[in-house]
């Protein structure tokens, strides 16, 4: 599968002939691919969530009956069969994930790109710790308006201090020694990420 995506990237290059802007398009493009099974991922998740609400009233109408309260909670289960399809799809995700960021970490020579105009080498660190930094908010961000409430979606986990210095930590260790090209793609990687989270999905 790396073959294939750094193919694919090289034909965006050629197109572009700017590393910055084909790893934008390149990544545009494998997450607008992957547009269906995030979607079915989302109401999974959504299902999965009501379910363990279900199971909450049972454990607690039924905590006198275990019996009757295995056989509400199987009869629930057959009622939601795609209620595991979200881990799933997260499942078939990861060698795309793992592809993509080798494309990213190996495929990248010595080159400029007009998007990132204070690095001179996208193979090499971002020597201001600008896109680390970038990074940590478009991360964070979709968790700290759900936090403060100017959005309201049950799917974004809401930030805790014990939740974000580590995330912080991890972020700025790992991004500040990769390639600024990795830097890139996990930014437009998340902003995308945070606009199909605000989209409501239906039922």
Do not use: C
């Not at 990248?108 to 660190?125: A, G």
């Amino acid at each position: 599968m790396t073959n294939l995506f750094i193919q694919m990237f090289n034909q965006i290059l050629n197109f572009t002939s700017d590393y910055g802007i084909a790893i934008i398009l390149f990544t545009l493009l494998i997450k607008i691919a992957l547009l269906p099974l995030t979607i079915k991922q989302k109401k999974s998740m959504k299902i999965q969530q009501e379910l363990s609400r279900k199971m909450a009233e049972l454990k607690n109408q039924y905590k006198d009956d275990q019996e009757m309260l295995n056989e509400e909670m199987l009869k629930l289960y057959k009622e939601n069969p795609g209620s595991g399809f979200g881990f799933l799809t997260l499942f078939l995700q990861m060698p795309i994930f793992v592809a993509m960021y080798k494309t990213f970490a190996h495929n990248i020579v010595d080159s400029p790109t007009v998007i990132l105009p204070w690095i001179n080498n996208l193979s090499s660190p971002d020597p201001y710790f600008i896109l680390p930094i970038l990074y940590i908010i478009t991360q964070l961000l979709p968790g700290f308006l759900s936090y403060v409430g100017i959005i309201k979606n049950s799917s974004i986990p809401k930030l805790t201090p014990m939740s974000i210095v580590p995330a912080v930590m991890i972020s700025l260790l790992f991004l500040t020694k990769s390639p600024a090209a990795l830097g890139l793609y996990f930014i437009v990687s998340n902003i995308f990420t945070n606009i199909e989270q605000l989209i409501p999905v239906s039922e």
